[in-house]
């Protein structure tokens, strides 16, 4: 079995980061990896990029608090566009074995309209994905 040591975790600023957070959490702890959390804020304005902005920086400092007291080593980073555009880059840029993200379970109509960061992820990388798709 490969060894994940450098994980990127995207971050939705959605409720179903809980769920996506626990799981590689305990990912992170067997396997003494580290953690990359990234949140893509994708906005119209320069008013709503403030604000989103800032919301995800206190979601990203809450986990990385959260997860650096469980003893794992933890980074965030905040990108802004589309979100499936700047994933792509960044794990192009870097060298991560693993990607972890939440699935929406959106339905078709949804699908159609809105799109699906994680299919687009699945379809453009050599790496490892994990989709985690929370209780509902």
Do not use: W
Not at 28 to 56: C, I, M, P
Not at 69 to 74: A, D, K, R
Not at 110 to 122: K, Q, T
């Amino acid at each position: 079995m490969k060894v994940y040591r450098e994980i990127l975790v995207a971050i939705d600023c959605s409720p179903v980061d809980d769920c996506l957070v626990e799981q590689v959490s305990a990912l992170a702890l067997q396997l003494g990896a580290k953690l990359h959390l990234l949140h893509v804020v994708h906005s119209h304005t320069l008013d709503q990029e403030r604000f989103l902005r800032a919301e995800a920086t206190l979601i990203l400092d809450r986990y990385s608090q959260k997860l650096r007291e469980e003893g794992i080593e933890v980074d965030s980073m905040i990108k802004s566009g589309e979100p499936e555009r700047e994933i792509l880059r960044e794990i192009e840029e870097q060298s991560y074995d693993l990607v972890a993200m939440a699935a929406h379970g959106h339905s078709l109509p949804e699908r159609m309209l809105f799109g699906s960061v994680s299919r687009v992820i699945r379809q453009n990388i050599s790496i490892p994905l994990l989709l985690i798709k929370p209780d509902r």
